[in-house]
């Protein structure tokens, strides 16, 4: 049983939920992300999912993109997040990490040297916007060799046919995308997400987690009774864009110790 989904297992027994936070690797700098990843396992991250840093995040509204652009100007890598993760791992070795980003850092690097180095590195899932599920066989071959979950997106617009075929790929845990959009939109309709994730559960036995829209307590704790994970990301990086660095870890752990209470209520 891998890292993920021993994770969900044991909230479920626990009859509790995911929390999953998102923070972009290398933002505000590259020292602040190792030190961010632990304070969020302390105040309650059940999972972190760590953008890696991409010049065209098509999936992200501005404040991930503005957070990438910050990374980028310290020149992060993929192998420099793969290194952060191996060093998290050197005192953290329960805590699953996902890695978020893009094809074509990965494709730089090559499905099977990533997927090696990934697992070396100590990373539990990888989701990658723009691999599409009918066309990444090759990808999901590499991650399976090194034991590496992989997580898919799904969207309110998603066809029944993909839906199917992401059901029979997907590990560790399905990403609801509950907006039309991108990362940082506002408006979330429950009742819309309520019925779709019925419709979502016909066909995906492995957890379903929730992200897009989710900006304070009450959102997270409304999505907590539908959803099996909450993710929230935006919200996360504008308090670290909007904080002085001295205060960043302080003003993002109280936030997400605020969600966490919120969603175990």
Not at 20 to 33: N, S, Y
Not at 42 to 62: K, R, T
Not at 83 to 88: D, G, L, N, P, S
Not at 150 to 175: C, D, H, M, N, W
Request: aromatic letters at 6%.
């Amino acid at each position: 049983m891998s890292r993920i989904a021993a994770t969900f297992e044991n909230l479920k027994q626990d009859n509790k939920k995911a929390l999953i936070p998102f923070i972009t690797a290398g933002d505000p700098d590259p020292a602040m992300t190792v030190l961010l990843m632990h304070e969020l396992v302390n105040v309650g991250a059940d999972i972190i999912e760590l953008g890696v840093p991409f010049s065209d995040p098509m999936a992200d509204g501005p404040t991930i993109q503005r957070s990438y652009e910050r990374a980028l100007k310290h020149n992060i890598s993929l192998e420099n997040v793969l290194e952060m993760v191996a060093e998290f791992r050197k005192t953290d070795t329960e805590t699953p990490v996902v890695l978020m980003g893009y094809a074509n850092p990965v494709e730089a690097i090559g499905h099977q040297k990533f997927s090696a180095r990934a697992k070396e590195c100590g990373v539990d899932g990888v989701l990658v916007v723009d691999y599409p599920p009918e066309e990444c066989e090759e990808w999901l071959e590499s991650l399976k060799l090194n034991r590496i979950d992989a997580i898919f997106l799904l969207s309110p617009t998603t066809p029944e046919r993909r839906i199917q075929q992401i059901a029979k790929r997907a590990k560790g845990f399905v990403y609801y995308v509950s907006l039309k959009g991108v990362t940082g939109s506002a408006h979330l309709d429950l009742n819309e997400v309520a019925n779709k994730l019925v419709d979502l559960r016909s066909h995906i036995s492995i957890p379903i987690g929730v992200g897009f829209g989710i900006h304070d307590s009450v959102t997270a704790r409304a999505v907590s009774e539908l959803a099996d994970a909450v993710v929230v990301g935006s919200r996360i990086m504008k308090e670290i864009e909007e904080s002085p660095r001295e205060k960043i870890l302080m003003n993002v752990s109280g936030f997400v110790k605020v969600l966490r209470t919120a969603i175990d209520k």
